[in-house]
């Protein structure tokens, strides 16, 4: 048995006194307790709470101090013994007369009857109000003509009070159903499921779970905090813009570096109005603008003395075009022959009078150096060398222009600096001003000195005056952008760090803590204990591998897996039919125990393929647990009911047992009618089915196989027997089990005159019904389908 002193709430209370338990995790052990199922504002709150103790935001109300609930740490007691008192049947069921009602003893109610007899009409009763999912309405297993559809015909008083079965209702959980198919579940050669409800340990697992949405809710705090930092850089950037050809490259480098890292100091930014700062602005980049139009000329005058070089260039060709008048003088004396090798000559004219020019004169040799000839005078000669030399001289002369013109702009722009002396100083912030005043008046020094001497550059300051201004104005604009987007820096600046602090959050650890938790709990409270009950029980019902199984289980959100070996081997590869039906009823007893439930146990067929010692050790159990619990038993077994009764009446000689006995009655006018539920008309079935044949991917095909199955079933109701009001249900069951409903034999009785109709309906209704159909070819599939489908149709016609 479990440890009944502790339940899960006794380790959520340890974790949530520990000291290193966060504020805001108590509060959401606090809020899971109370709701389990938290909504979103309840999680906000609790997000809200963490991202206030990692000093991530600011919230206006105060902690208040959290306080564990001790009045629900001990285990939650059994549930109410809540008794069955009686059942009533008013019409369609066979056990029970219209009328009468069945008794249900406190201790023990025995059921028993043949196959067909009207068990199964309580069973479904009880499998309904146990409120089990994928559960179907209650169907008799017979019909009278005045049955209606819409109502269920069961009623049953519990504890005093009388429930009503109700169609598509939704019922207390009630009673605790064993029957065969516990048997497939529980022996599964994978882990089967034990919920543990009073126990609470589920509300360790749901904590651990809201931690998972609270990781969830902290990275898409920290994602969109990413996305609103990238925003704040891109307009800060942009912004950046305004500052081009103002400043340095590499102080609007330094200025990017310090946006994508979000760190932009504020630091020595004047706080100002608005408009003072648009002021500033305004004037800082009109000053700037005055003089960036010089910065390119005034550069070289402090740097490289490009404008020194350039007059003195001025000065040298000045001299060369003197001397190419002197020697275009002695162009008379110079020979003259009119062929190519003279225009060669011609052409190379400057390389000529360099190497042959000494002083003013000319030396003309004899011969031409080019052809070797004599050289002789003539007109032609000259007309065409004094071309040359007035071509030479308007060379010289066009390259003096050009330099001169060069000067003479750079003169002319010095000589307009003057005018920006005349800025209003009004414009001009103090600080801004005295810079200016001095680099105007060293430069105007500066102008007035080249423009008088035109040849040389007098010592002064200029160029150092330049630098220390555009370095002044360059760190005035930075501040005055910084000033100008003080807001957006501000957000920037506190979105970074707050980035930072986030990526350092991590919630792994305290996720693992409360796992730990959940699992010592589980250990605890369930796995450890649950081999030893388990034994126990299997050693009570005679169970020869009371010591040889062994379990394997792992616990999580108050749901315990259990995975069950021998020797090795999965239970059901190594056990008999028998053997695999007391070890599943021997969990099913372990289960009862730690769900600690007083409900009812409904118990259907518990001894099939069992021999006759296990049978008395059951009903030896059965009785021993009817004591403290009601039961009632379901059986077609003949010994064992005579054995259990006998075993009763020892047992309960003061408190007598119900021993119900069914009998198979029916009237054959009414018989063998289909009680599972459909959808739609026989019409819309077939309708449904063809549509289903025209899409023949495997899930159409499937779909089809229900709809001819269901189609088969409202051609009996519809057909046979003349348009009696159909049971419409709120859903399909699984054909295979539908396959007893319909009796053939009954029907033939009802059909005498047309035999092999039913028989045909009986053939293609077990093909339906038979899952090996699906392992056949596709196409055979199809074709059988379709064959069934035509048959239906043509089979209408003629009724």
Not at 78 to 94: D, Q, R
Not at 448 to 467: C, F, Q
Not at 516 to 535: M, T
């Amino acid at each position: 048995m479990q440890n009944t002193e502790k339940s899960g709430l006794t380790f959520l209370r340890e974790y949530f006194n520990s000291e290193s338990t966060p504020y805001w995790i108590k509060l959401l052990i606090l809020y899971v307790i109370e709701y389990e199922e938290l909504s979103d504002d309840l999680l906000k709150v609790v997000f809200d709470e963490f991202l206030r103790e990692n000093d991530l935001i600011q919230l206006e109300n105060n902690q208040i101090i959290l306080r564990f609930p001790d009045e629900l740490t001990s285990a939650e007691e059994a549930l109410e013994n809540k008794i069955l008192k009686s059942l009533t049947h008013k019409e369609g069921v066979n056990a029970i007369k219209e009328g009468a009602c069945l008794k249900f003893s406190p201790n023990l109610t025995v059921i028993y009857g043949s196959n067909g007899s009207g068990k199964s009409s309580y069973y479904r009763i009880f499998t309904k109000i146990s409120s089990q999912p994928g559960l179907y309405k209650i169907l008799p297993n017979c019909k009278t003509a005045v049955f209606d559809n819409e109502q269920y015909n069961a009623q049953i008083e519990f504890s005093d009070k009388v429930r009503l079965v109700e169609p598509r209702s939704k019922h207390e959980y009630l009673v605790e159903i064993f029957d065969h198919n516990h048997t497939g579940i529980l022996i599964s050669p994978n882990s089967h499921d034990i919920e543990i409800e009073p126990l609470k340990i589920h509300l360790i697992e749901k904590v651990r779970a809201y931690l998972d949405k609270i990781d969830s809710l902290l990275k898409e705090f920290i994602s969109k905090k990413c996305v609103e930092q990238k925003n704040l850089k891109t307009i800060l950037e942009n912004s950046v813009l305004e500052l081009k050809n103002k400043v340095t490259n590499e102080t609007i480098f330094e200025l990017k570096k310090e946006i994508e890292e979000g760190s932009l100091s504020l630091i020595n930014t004047v706080e100002k109005s608005s408009e003072d700062l648009e002021n500033e602005v305004e004037q800082l980049g009109y000053v700037y603008d005055q003089i960036s139009s010089v910065t390119k000329i005034l550069t070289p005058i402090y740097k490289d003395k490009d404008f020194e070089i350039l007059l003195l260039k001025i000065k040298t060709q000045k001299e060369i075009c003197k001397q190419q008048r002197k020697k275009y003088k002695a162009i008379k004396n110079l020979p003259y022959i009119d062929n190519f090798l003279w225009q060669n000559f011609m052409k190379s004219g400057k390389a000529f009078l360099k190497e042959h020019s000494h002083g003013n004169s000319l030396q003309v040799p004899e011969n031409c150096p080019f052809c070797s000839q004599k050289i002789v005078n003539g007109e032609a000669a000259y007309e065409l060398i004094k071309q040359y030399f007035e071509f030479l001289e308007a060379d010289a002369s066009s390259e003096l222009a050009k330099l001169e013109k060069k000067r003479d702009e750079i003169l002319e722009t010095l000589t307009s600096i003057k005018k920006y002396s005349e800025v209003e100083k009004s414009k001009i912030n103090d600080s801004t001003l005295i810079l200016v005043k001095s680099f105007l008046e060293t430069y105007e020094s500066l102008s007035n000195s080249i423009i008088a001497t035109e040849t040389e550059l007098p010592e002064s300051a200029v160029g150092e005056a330049l630098k220390t201004l555009k370095t002044a104005l360059s760190s005035d604009l930075i501040l005055l952008f910084k000033q100008r987007h003080k807001l957006t820096v501000s957000k920037l600046n506190s979105c970074t760090v707050l980035i930072s602090k986030l990526n350092l959050i991590k919630l792994t650890g305290l996720k693992n803590n409360v796992s730990g938790v959940s699992k010592k709990a589980h250990n605890e409270i369930i796995s450890e204990p649950f081999a030893k009950s388990l034994r126990n029980n299997l050693e009570k019902l005679g169970s020869t591998q009371s010591s040889t199984i062994k379990l394997t289980t792992s616990g999580a959100g108050g749901v315990t897996k259990i995975i069950k070996k021998l020797h090795g081997h999965n239970v059901k590869e190594i056990m008999s039919d028998g053997e695999q039906r007391i070890l599943s009823f021997a969990l099913f007893l372990t289960e009862l125990e730690y769900k600690q439930s007083k409900r009812p146990v409904i118990l259907d067929d518990a001894v099939t393929s069992l021999d006759f010692e296990h049978l008395e050790s059951i009903a030896n159990f059965i009785t021993e647990l009817s004591k403290s619990q009601q039961v009632v038993v379901f059986t077609h077994h003949a010994y064992f009911h005579d054995y259990l009764s006998d075993k009763a009446d020892d047992e309960f000689a003061n408190t007598p047992t119900v021993l119900k006995k069914c009998q198979i009655v029916y009237d054959q006018e009414n018989a063998g009618v289909v009680m599972s539920e459909r959808n739609d008309t026989f019409r819309e079935l077939l309708v449904s089915a063809g549509k289903s044949l025209g899409e023949v991917d495997n899930y159409r095909l499937e779909n089809a196989g229900w709809y001819l199955a269901e189609a088969i079933e409202a051609f009996i109701d519809e057909k046979i027997f003349c348009g009696k009001p159909l049971l419409i249900g709120s859903g399909r069951t699984n054909v295979v089990k539908r396959k007893s409903n319909i009796r053939w034999g009954t029907l033939k009785k009802v059909l005498s005159n047309d035999p092999d109709l039913v028989d045909d309906l009986s053939s293609h209704y077990s093909y339906l019904s038979d899952t090996k159909r699906h392992r056949t070819p596709r196409d055979s599939q199809i074709t059988r389908l379709r064959a069934i489908k035509e048959f239906l149709e043509n089979s209408a016609r003629g009724m």
